[in-house]
């Protein structure tokens, strides 16, 4: 009997050795996974820092860019006001000279 017990327990410290050996490649597998994995999210985080730091600095050239913008509207708008506005004089003034070359063809008939 001693000897059945002896072989029950040496098959079982063999299936525990084999399930030891088994659970270890297991666990340096998932180490080297957790390390791979780590360095990913390193990268990750860098990567995503120097984004942040880009899209900072195109946000603050983009509303620099837009403030230009809005002066050259209200630069543009003022120049079509003042276009506006010398368009009215000329046509005054073409007015004006049709009215003379009138009067003054008038006075030529008259002469």
Known sequence: MAKILLGIALA???ATAT?????KGNAEKLQSVL???????????????????????R???????????EEKDKEIANLKGQMDALNTKIAEA???????TVAMDT?????
């Open 12 to 14: 079982a410290l063999l």
């Open 19 to 23: 399930l030891a050996f088994l659970a």
């Open 35 to 57: 390390a791979t994995t780590k360095q990913d999210l390193a990268t990750t985080r860098t990567t995503l820092a120097r984004t942040k730091d880009e899209l900072k600095t």
């Open 59 to 69: 946000t603050e050239e983009l509303a620099a860019a837009n403030v230009k913008i």
């Open 94 to 100: 073409a007015t004006a000279m049709e009215a003379k």
């Open 107 to 111: 006075l030529q008939k008259e002469f």
